[in-house]
């Protein structure tokens, strides 16, 4: 018998401990069983669909199959027009790093040596102003622009730092004062891996929307270059973070330029929307939302045997488990709120498929009281298992449960009271400690509900050695954990829909 086998049968084993009462008071999670999520997982991570990269011929089929799904189990459509779909238009294309130029104060930087740029493709020339890290905050009379003219000048910002809650980013920040572009002082973790953050800067890349401001990363000795002589030094800035030294215009003597091509083109991907409709003639207004993110990372161009990131866990595991979850809501027991189930597109390339569906959503979004997110539920740590890239790997009756004490003390209360009283898994908050230096909190789909002021549950199993490998393969995955977080999952909405008022948010939301 395989260890998956054996761990099946304890699933399984472990859902027979309880009474059927108990059962049904929590709908019909016995309508989620593992089999059907390993049915489900060896299509859409299988080397067919070429790692589902956004876009991709891969991901519109996974889509399409989703939404095929959803049909058969008589799921309402909720995307655009009537359909299960929601369109992102998007720009592909690659930074052609031959014709790509800049220029420092009349010195001519070479690609790859100097910086390396993103799209979109163009063109920007002017005096330099440093900006931190850059972004905004109104409420919180954070303005690095104050007392500063950056109109038709180059923004000098800290690399990363995503915008949280309240927050304008630094490019939307510095295009809103007016700038021509942005110059952006790489991170640590860019620095020490150069090399591969150039060589990942040339491959064919993906935005969303409209075009931001023309922006290049410089690197360290090019940060040197650029601070000689100025008020704060490039060992200053380098190592700023969210403390580095007040914004300052640079020497007038200080100018850049830089040109990027590409070969972009238009092109678009697609969210699935679906909903299934709440038995309360005046709750079924609501909804509690699901979410996964249905895309992973393509394929490489390395030179190795297996070409594909069929990501099984990342986060066909998610996807696979919401659809479960909307077939045992649509042929079970309705509850009085109404269920919305959406598969996110292009997680992997910044969130962009739920910033966009809570930017442009397809349904009231002041209706969905709260979201459960899955990213990564079908990994267990073995006995044994020593490997430092498994450390904080959950182990079969395990999983992080990220986000539910940081917003609502009422979706918290909820999430712990009907684990104890169902499966009672053991729930780890280890990523809701604010000094968390992974920011798990801020990576995956939920944020985008989060900055919206919708409380959410984010259910993860860990980062593991095959994390964004072609080794993510279905034959890894822990079908008998993945149908307990599944159906623990559904549960946990079955309450919420079903309780008289929505999860009070009586938590500020912290920073990103």
Not at 303 to 330: C, H, M, Q, W
Request: proline content about 6%; hydrophobic content about 40%.
């Amino acid at each position: 018998m395989t260890p998956r086998s054996t761990l099946l049968l304890a699933s399984l084993s472990c859902l027979a401990t309880l009474a059927p009462a108990q059962r049904a008071s929590f709908g019909k999670p016995d309508l989620i069983q593992a089999n059907a999520l390993q049915a489900h997982l060896e299509f859409i991570a299988s080397d067919a669909l070429g790692g589902r990269d956004t876009p991709s011929l891969g991901l519109e089929i996974a889509c399409r199959y989703v939404a095929s799904q959803l049909r058969l189990y008589g799921v309402e459509p909720a995307g655009e027009n009537g359909t299960y779909f929601q369109t992102i238009p998007m720009s592909e294309g690659a930074v052609d790093p031959v014709k790509t130029t800049g220029n420092l104060s009349g010195t001519t930087m070479a690609y790859g040596t100097d910086f390396y740029a993103s799209l979109p493709a163009g063109a920007a020339s002017g005096g330099l102003v440093y900006v931190g890290r850059g972004m905004v905050n109104e409420a919180e009379n954070v303005d690095p622009y104050a007392g500063l003219d950056v109109r038709g000048k180059i923004v000098i910002a800290l690399q990363g730092g995503r915008p949280r809650q309240g927050w304008t980013s630094a490019s939307q920040a510095a295009a809103q004062h007016g700038a021509a572009g942005i110059v952006y002082i790489p991170s640590q973790a860019t620095a020490q891996a150069w090399k591969s953050a150039v060589d990942r800067s040339a491959r064919p890349q993906n935005r969303r929307g409209s075009a931001s401001l023309p922006s290049l990363v410089l690197s360290p000795d090019a940060v040197g270059r650029l601070f000689a002589g100025e008020a704060a030094t490039a060992t200053e800035v380098l190592a700023a973070g969210d403390e580095g030294p007040k914004p300052f215009a640079l020497s007038a003597s200080k100018t850049a330029s830089f040109q990027i091509a590409s070969d972009g083109k238009a092109t678009s991907a697609m969210n699935v929307v679906g909903i299934v409709r709440g038995s309360d003639p005046t709750l079924k207004a609501e909804m509690v939302a699901f979410g996964a993110h249905i895309d992973h990372v393509g394929t490489t161009t390395r030179d190795v045997p297996d070409k594909i990131y069929n990501g099984a866990d990342d986060d066909g595991s998610g996807t696979v488990a919401i659809l479960e979850i909307a077939r045992a809501f649509a042929l079970g027991p309705k509850p009085k709120r109404s269920l919305l189930f959406v598969w996110h597109c292009g997680e992997e390339k910044g969130l962009v498929g739920s910033a966009y569906f809570t930017d442009n959503p397809t349904v009231a979004l002041d209706k969905v009281v709260a979201q459960l997110n899955i990213d990564m539920i079908g990994r267990s740590k073995t006995p044994g298992d020593t490997s430092p890239q498994n450390e904080v790997l959950t182990g079969p009756n395990e999983v992080f449960v990220v986000g539910s004490t940081k917003m609502s003390t009422d979706l918290q209360n909820t999430s712990e009271r009907v684990n104890k009283s169902f499966l009672n898994m053991s729930f780890n908050y280890k990523y809701d400690d604010p000094k968390d230096t992974e920011r798990i909190f801020y990576r995956s789909d939920h944020y985008n509900y989060a900055r919206k002021g919708i409380p959410i549950i984010f259910y993860f199993s860990g980062l593991h050695e095959d994390y964004h490998q072609p080794s993510d393969e279905v034959e890894k995955i822990d079908f008998a954990k993945l149908a307990m977080v599944t159906q623990t999952v559904y549960a946990t909405g079955w309450e919420i829909a079903n309780a008289p008022t929505r999860p009070k948010v009586d938590k500020p939301l912290d920073g990103g």
